[in-house]
Structures are given as C-alpha cells and as structure tokens.
Nanobody
C-alpha cells in the first residue's frame, strides 16, 4: 500500500507564505502524477496543483500566480510553495499520487 506523508501546514497571517511537502513511500508502480487538492468546510474538494512525471503542471484558477508546485528528481516528493495567502485559502490540503492514493491531509489556516 502506497503511503503519502504530508507536512508543512499551520497558521499564517494573510499575505504570508507556507510550504507544504508530500513524500510517497512503499511504491510498487510508477508515479505518473502527483499533486494537491484542498477542501474547505462545507465545500467540495478542489484542485490546487498537479505535476506529471514529465513536468507538466496544472494550477487551479484560484491559486495561479501565487502557488508553485515542484517535485524532486525521484518524482516521489512534491512540494507546494504558497505565497500571498488569503483567508479563502484556509482548508485541509491533501496530497495524491496518480489520483488513486491520498495522504491524510494537512490543515492550512490563514487568519489574522
């Protein structure tokens, strides 16, 4: 069973930055895509960003220009640099691998 471990969530003031990280382990297949989704209370899960093993990146419209996704050379760790954070970015952020395996989620709260 693939395991995804996330880190880096927390509380930050509006305009601040956070960096999330996710590492996949117990991998028995190739990872073609990794990324992040988020879910705020009472809302559906929405795309934040994804990156393929070939380096193709997609961002959700609400985070374009503020968030940056990257992966390491092994393609098993993905990071999300979040800048200019807004209160509406508050959510639980989930890492995935191949849209099939998911981490436990990490809370991001943007509040003054």
């Amino acid at each position: 069973q693939v395991q995804l471990v996330e880190s880096g969530g927390g509380l930050v003031q509006p305009g601040g930055s956070l960096r999330l990280s996710c590492t996949a382990s117990r991998i028995i297949f190739s990872i073609d895509v990794m990324g992040w989704y988020r879910q705020a209370p009472g809302k559906e899960r929405e795309l934040v960003a994804t990156i393929t093993s070939g380096g193709i990146i997609h961002y959700g419209d609400s985070v374009k220009g503020r968030f940056t996704i990257s992966s390491d050379n092994t393609k098993t760790t993905v990071a999300l640099q979040m800048n200019s954070l807004k209160p509406e970015d508050t959510a639980v952020y989930y890492c995935h691998a191949n849209f099939a395996f998911w981490g436990q989620g990490t809370q991001v709260t943007v509040s003054s």
